[in-house]
């Protein structure tokens, strides 16, 4: 029974992280107005990914896809965010899934592309590519 109970609390823990604790593991910003500030002087578009506590699907992206090699390198062109769904952020990034993901362009603020739910690394880094594309022909057409 002891072994039971330390094993379920130790694995209550897992699922409790929350978006701050994510942030730290990853190496990434935690505080809106501090990374757009970050994204605007680096010239890097923002990946931000709204999560919540409790939430299996957020704990997957974070735990499986985000904290992936491959996924780690093609993020270092890009400034990246973890944020809890109750922190402050602007209201036109409210999807209402979890865990969403908003690829925003630095010079606007606006997102360029969105993904809801968990997605693993391949479809990731699709999303990030295609966000990629969709910031880069908005850039070329206003040149």
Known sequence: ???????????????AAD???????LGAMNNYETAIHKAQAEKK?????IVKEHC???????DRTLSEPEVKKALE???LLIVDRNAPYPSDFNEGFFPSTF??????????YESAGYVGKK????????????????YNSEK
């Open 1 to 15: 029974m002891k072994l039971f109970l330390i094993f379920l609390f130790l694995t209550a823990g897992l699922f």
């Open 19 to 25: 978006a701050t604790e994510a942030a730290k593991k």
């Open 45 to 49: 578009m923002l990946v931000m990914v």
């Open 56 to 62: 299996r699907w957020c704990e997957k992206l974070i």
């Open 77 to 79: 062109n890009d400034i």
């Open 103 to 112: 690829f925003i362009d630095y010079s606007t603020g606006k997102s360029v």
């Open 123 to 138: 479809c990731f880094l699709n999303d990030l590519h295609e966000s990629q594309k969709i910031r880069d022909s908005l």
